[in-house]
């Protein structure tokens, strides 16, 4: 489902498309089953080592027996504990099956339509955001030495008629062989 059309205001956190997320939902419900049997056993192999601890101090069972209660208690703990990371896990996949705006803007472009494959890394779409701008420039290797992290610039901007006023937030460290330049952003 995409929420949005080119042009639309949206608000930082809001929702701009929810993917089919039936997939993620069964596997946070498997995860959970698992968790589920692994707290049982864990229960069960709880019981068991404190029943074979006080059965060994009284010398009713062997070191082996005993050794192998304490064996099974501490894999089941640890069996427990991977399936709550796997419960974790696919919590966190799901969420991504969300998709929210990261910034207040305008949609600038709806790149997907109900249907169509979301694939990781493949833009669903795109936001302007008039406070998140950045300027890259190609500064020519002999003016870069004069340049800075933090040193002010003022852009014009010829196109809408205006000034701002930013600082440098960037230097590329490698130039352009072809060109000789180094990429500045602001």
């Known amino acids: 489902q995409v929420t949005v059309h080119a042009g639309d205001p949206v608000k930082n956190g809001q929702v701009l498309v929810r993917l089919d997320a039936s997939d993620l939902e069964a596997a946070v419900a498997r995860a959970k089953g698992q968790l589920a049997a692994a707290v049982a ?7 068991d080592e404190r029943r074979f601890s006080d059965l060994f101090k009284r010398g009713s069972v062997t070191a082996h027996e005993f050794d192998a209660a304490q064996a099974n208690y501490r894999a089941a703990r640890g069996d427990a504990e991977s399936a709550k ?9 799901l969420s991504y099956a969300i998709v929210r705006s990261p910034v207040t803007g305008v949609v600038a472009e709806r790149l997907v339509e109900p249907g169509d494959l979301a ?19 190609r500064v020519p290797e ?3 030495r004069n340049i800075r992290i933090g040193m002010p610039v003022t852009i014009r901007v010829g196109a809408i008629g205006q ?5 440098v937030s960037g ?16």
């Open 41 to 47: 056993n864990l229960q069960r192999a709880t019981k």
């Open 85 to 93: 990371a796997q419960v974790a896990a696919a919590r966190a996949s």
């Open 119 to 137: 694939l990781p890394g493949k833009p669903l779409v795109r936001v302007y955001a008039s406070r998140a701008l950045r300027v890259e420039l």
């Open 142 to 144: 002999n003016l870069t």
């Open 163 to 167: 000034t701002i006023a930013t600082k």
């Open 171 to 186: 230097i590329v460290p490698a130039a352009d062989p072809a060109s000789r330049t180094f990429l500045v952003r602001a």
